[in-house]
């Protein structure tokens, strides 16, 4: 098999499929989205919690999120599929009176920048989250424009847009290297036959270091670290108004799942996977449940939310998520070969940013701009630091371990 495309995405993850969405919306709809296995989005992107939270520590990561929940909101209007975003809010929630300072900036600082968020008291978090303990808690606001959805929903409503305007995908087609003429690409070899094309994207997740690499011998300054999330069994009164609760200080999240809860954690120690020494058919799947480390978690929430400790958990997801060293996304064309393009050093916000990352990198491909300042995420920005893989591994797991310290969500 052979065939050619304008554009040809790599993955079929919910960043590949934004991006196909966002091209085809903007007219370019010559577009080949390859997945090398036969479903789409089931690596990271199925295991993802789904949280949609505004609260960001820089203005481009807030415009982002902005611009997630505004094409979320509209999107069954505009396209006819539903990604199903649950505009609930989210409740963060301070354990400290350090934490409870530092809410005090975060919610002056979201208001002057138009995220509405105020500070509640016990009463209004028992209501909201009616298994809550307050006497365990300090402080905490409210951010009522947050939200979550199933993050497979989120990226099948991609897919069938896409595909409405004429994108075509093709599963079970793994990109194997790519075709360069005069420093401009070409194609991209597969397993079944090369695909010609002039611009490619690689949005492979985890894999998009070993692909860039293999591409065009540029290696991204960002390490695969698993993160990980439970489900437990149904528990009783848990209102549909729930929002998304942030225990910061116990560097968990938690929001309502099914009947019962869904709770993640950022471990202060967490576990790098290099892809590079696994077996070229490693996946998501082989990843062994997290069982320990979950145990932590469910500790860590206990006096906050009693009720976990009696609820048995059901299920255990846990995926390879990209940091770069700064926690910044690494997002451009690559350097050497005119035409290709990668994305990667998702930071565990790859839901949330999704609609964003697929807008600038259509904007790229299809204008030749992202559509703003991205200098941020340059992939090129640790210059020659990023050669130094053992510092670019600690500066990642340091950034992975601190997620939700009072430093590292300081707003600027
Ligand atoms: C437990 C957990 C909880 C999370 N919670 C949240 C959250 O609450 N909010 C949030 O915003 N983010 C969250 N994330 C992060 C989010 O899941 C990721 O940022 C996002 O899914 C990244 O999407 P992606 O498309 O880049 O990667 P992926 O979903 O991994 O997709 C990449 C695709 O590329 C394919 N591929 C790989 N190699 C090839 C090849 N050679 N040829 C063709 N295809 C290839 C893969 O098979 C895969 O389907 C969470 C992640 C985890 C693990």
Request: hydrophobic share 40%; glycine share 12%; net charge negative.
């Amino acid at each position: 098999m052979s065939g050619q495309a304008s554009t040809v995405i790599v993955g079929g993850g919910i960043w590949g499929l934004s991006t196909a969405y966002h091209l085809a919306r903007a007219g370019s709809t010559d577009v080949v989205v390859l997945e090398r296995n036969e479903r789409l989005f089931d690596e990271t992107t199925s295991q993802a919690a789904g949280l949609v939270g505004q609260i960001r520590a820089t203005p481009l990561m807030r415009r982002a999120v902005r611009y997630a929940i505004e094409l979320f909101t509209g999107f069954r209007a505009q396209t006819g599929h539903d990604p199903g975003f649950r505009q609930v809010g989210s409740l963060l929630l301070a354990l400290t009176p350090e934490r409870t300072a530092s809410f005090a900036e975060h919610v002056e600082h979201a208001n002057e920048n138009g995220v509405e968020a105020y500070f509640v008291d016990g009463a209004e978090m028992s209501r909201l989250a009616p298994h809550l303990e307050p006497s365990r808690v300090e402080g905490g606001y409210f951010v009522p424009g947050d939200g979550y959805l199933d993050p497979g929903r989120c990226a099948e409503a991609f897919r069938a847009a896409a595909e409405d305007l004429g994108v075509r995908i093709l599963t079970g087609t793994a990109a194997t290297g790519l075709s360069v003429r005069d420093d401009r690409v070409a194609g991209v070899e597969t397993d079944r036959g090369i695909f010609e094309a002039g611009r490619v994207v690689v949005t492979a997740g985890p894999w998009t270091g070993l692909l860039a690499k293999t591409m065009a011998g540029h290696e991204p300054a960002m390490v695969p670290i698993r993160h990980q999330r439970v489900t437990t069994a149904p528990a009783p009164a848990i209102p549909g108004h729930h929002p998304v609760v942030r225990v910061t200080d116990a560097s968990c999240y938690l929001r309502p799942e099914g009947g019962g809860y869904l709770y993640g954690f950022f471990e202060p120690y967490p576990t790098t996977y290099d892809l590079e020494v696994l077996p070229p058919g490693f996946r998501t799947a082989d990843i062994e449940e997290p069982v320990e480390v979950m145990d932590e978690a469910r500790e860590r929430l206990a006096p906050v939310f009693p009720i976990l400790r009696g609820l048995e958990v059901t299920a255990y997801r846990r995926g390879l998520t990209t940091f770069a060293p700064d926690g910044a996304y690494l997002i451009g064309p690559v350097p050497g070969v005119a035409g290709l393009f990668a994305a990667t050093g998702c930071a565990a916000l790859g839901i949330a940013g999704s609609a964003a990352v697929g807008s600038w990198l259509a904007n790229w491909v299809a204008r030749g701009e992202p559509g703003e300042d991205l200098s941020p995420f340059d992939p090129e920005r640790f210059g020659e630091r990023a050669a130094d893989r053992e510092w670019v591994r600690r500066r990642a797991e340091e950034f992975y371990g601190d997620y939700y310290s009072v430093a590292s969500m300081s707003v600027a």
